[in-house]
């Protein structure tokens, strides 16, 4: 049979839609169930025919199953005890990167008679990462006629867990010059700062190497360090200032690669070597290299790889802009992917039964579920079946119909 889905606002054909007569749904609120990531393979989870006041022998009689959307062998199901097992070890970082909480959703099916019930698999996060510096070295160079209470701002560490186990904190190797100052995001990282507590003499100490340790929250914490080396320098006049502090810009998923994504500029009063300018990326994370680009010279930010709505909607970027005389000033630019309609909506069929009897009475034909990745009114729906056909469709939870 063929049915039609179609978006709300741009109509699209989707061939195999599967429907049914007469159904019975579970109520709104779904099951949740709680596992630590990295729990081994077997673990027991609960009893599905417990939990949903069923008798064993009454559970395995209405063909009960396990369904997803995403065909996710995360658990297995024993029909007639009712037991459900984890099937394999759960990576939080894998499957869910920072999103929190880490929801993997799932479905019980019972056949006789028809009836779903939803459920969701909750993975706790475990301190199983440190935090790590993607440099080794970090070198800065200051100027010897620098004010005490002067910042420096810092690469900060990178740490997969999240929550409590995420980066929390840095310190900085004994000194008498510098201490370490913590910034919040508003977004729940932290940032390393550090701050000039005396003036530096260059003729007296010409360099500093200090460590810098990130810390995060777990009992036990974990921790990672890199190396500062402070170089100090003689007077050079002027520190490049860029002529936005911050750039914001919208970019659609669909940009091609090379595109231009946005051009910044930063100004040197000073003449000669200590005039030049070269522009780069201020301790980017791996996956912005991977996807941008700038040019040295002129500032021009461009697309290195394509870009992915459904996967990543922003990206923060610090830009330096670095004289010849070692001086350096900094900017940061905010890009947001836009979404287009770049995904058509997919049909994933949960059961069908076929052939059917004629005269049959009112009955469950086929269950399936509809969606779309894209977001907003990209991702609206419509469901619809030919009027001349004897089913009808009828809609419930998340999609299903």
Same mark, same amino acid.
């Given at each position: 049979?063929?049915?039609?889905?179609?978006?709300?606002?741009?109509?699209?054909?989707?061939?195999?839609?599967?429907?049914?007569?007469?159904?019975?749904?579970?109520?709104?609120?779904?099951?949740?169930?709680?596992?630590?990531?990295?729990?081994?393979?077997?673990?027991?989870?609960?009893?599905?025919?417990?939990?949903?006041?069923?008798?064993?022998?009454?559970?395995?009689?209405?063909?009960?199953?396990?369904?997803?959307?995403?065909?996710?062998?995360?658990?297995?199901?024993?029909?007639?005890?009712?037991?459900?097992?984890?099937?394999?070890?759960?990576?939080?970082?894998?499957?869910?990167?920072?999103?929190?909480?880490?929801?993997?959703?799932?479905?019980?099916?019972?056949?006789?008679?028809?009836?779903?019930?939803?459920?969701?698999?909750? *993975?706790? @996060? #475990? &301190? =199983?990462?440190? !935090?790590? /510096?993607?440099?080794?070295?970090?070198?800065?160079?200051?100027? %010897?006629?620098?004010?005490?209470?002067?910042?420096?701002?810092?690469?900060?560490?990178?740490?997969?867990?999240?929550?409590?186990?995420?980066?929390?904190?840095?310190?900085?190797?004994?000194?008498?010059?510098?201490?370490?100052?913590?910034?919040?995001?508003?977004?729940?990282?932290?940032?390393?700062?550090?701050?000039?507590?005396?003036?530096?003499?260059?003729?007296?100490?010409?360099?500093?190497?200090?460590?810098?340790?990130?810390?995060?929250?777990?009992?036990?914490?974990?921790?990672?360090?890199?190396?500062?080396?402070?170089? *100090?320098? @003689? #007077? &050079? =006049?002027?520190? !490049?200032? /860029?002529?936005?502090?911050?750039?914001?810009?919208?970019?659609? %998923?669909?940009?091609?690669?090379?595109?231009?994504?946005?051009?910044?500029?930063?100004?040197?009063?000073?003449?000669?070597?200590?005039?030049?300018?070269?522009?780069?990326?201020?301790?980017?994370?791996?996956?912005?290299?991977?996807?941008?680009?700038?040019?040295?010279?002129?500032?021009?930010?461009?697309?290195?790889?394509?870009?992915?709505?459904?996967?990543?909607?922003?990206?923060?970027?610090?830009?330096?802009?670095?004289?010849?005389?070692?001086?350096?000033?900094?900017?940061?630019?905010?890009?947001?992917?836009?979404?287009?309609?770049?995904?058509?909506?997919?049909?994933?069929?949960?059961?069908?039964?076929?052939?059917?009897?004629?005269?049959?009475? %009112?009955?469950?034909?086929?269950?399936?579920?509809?969606?779309?990745?894209?977001?907003?009114?990209?991702?609206?729906?419509?469901?619809?079946?030919?009027?001349?056909?004897?089913?009808?469709?009828?809609?419930?939870?998340?999609?299903?119909?």
């Amino acid at each position: 049979m063929e049915a039609r889905v179609v978006r709300a606002v741009q109509k699209r054909q989707v061939l195999f839609l599967y429907v049914f007569l007469g159904v019975s749904w579970a109520g709104a609120e779904p099951l949740r169930y709680f596992v630590a990531e990295e729990t081994e393979r077997g673990t027991f989870l609960a009893n599905l025919a417990i939990d949903l006041e069923l008798g064993a022998g009454e559970l395995s009689a209405r063909g009960p199953r396990i369904i997803s959307d995403e065909n996710i062998g995360f658990l297995l199901f024993n029909p007639l005890t009712g037991d459900l097992l984890l099937n394999e070890k759960l990576d939080r970082e894998e499957l869910c990167g920072p999103t929190e909480p880490c929801v993997l959703p799932f479905q019980l099916l019972l056949e006789k008679p028809f009836q779903i019930f939803r459920a969701e698999l909750w *993975v706790r @996060d #475990i &301190n =199983d990462h440190s !935090p790590v /510096f993607l440099d080794r070295e970090i070198t800065l160079n200051i100027l %010897e006629s620098t004010t005490p209470g002067a910042t420096f701002l810092l690469e900060s560490a990178q740490d997969s867990d999240v929550g409590i186990n995420n980066l929390r904190n840095y310190t900085i190797s004994f000194n008498v010059y510098f201490h370490i100052n913590i910034r919040d995001s508003g977004e729940g990282n932290v940032y390393p700062e550090l701050v000039l507590d005396r003036v530096l003499d260059r003729e007296e100490v010409p360099e500093l190497r200090l460590t810098l340790t990130a810390l995060d929250g777990g009992s036990p914490p974990r921790s990672g360090t890199t190396l500062i080396h402070i170089l *100090v320098l @003689d #007077i &050079n =006049d002027n520190v !490049p200032e /860029f002529v936005e502090s911050l750039y914001k810009v919208q970019v659609p %998923e669909n940009s091609p690669v090379g595109s231009l994504v946005v051009a910044v500029s930063a100004r040197d009063l000073d003449t000669g070597s200590n005039g030049e300018i070269v522009y780069a990326f201020f301790y980017a994370t791996e996956r912005i290299l991977k996807t941008f680009q700038i040019n040295s010279t002129s500032g021009n930010l461009h697309l290195k790889a394509e870009l992915n709505y459904e996967a990543i909607q922003t990206y923060t970027l610090t830009i330096q802009a670095k004289d010849g005389g070692g001086l350096s000033g900094k900017c940061t630019v905010v890009v947001h992917v836009t979404d287009v309609n770049d995904n058509p909506p997919e049909l994933l069929m949960s059961s069908l039964t076929s052939p059917i009897a004629e005269n049959s009475p %009112e009955t469950v034909v086929g269950v399936f579920r509809i969606r779309d990745r894209d977001s907003g009114n990209n991702a609206k729906m419509v469901c619809s079946v030919q009027d001349h056909l004897p089913f009808v469709l009828k809609p419930s939870v998340e999609n299903f119909y």
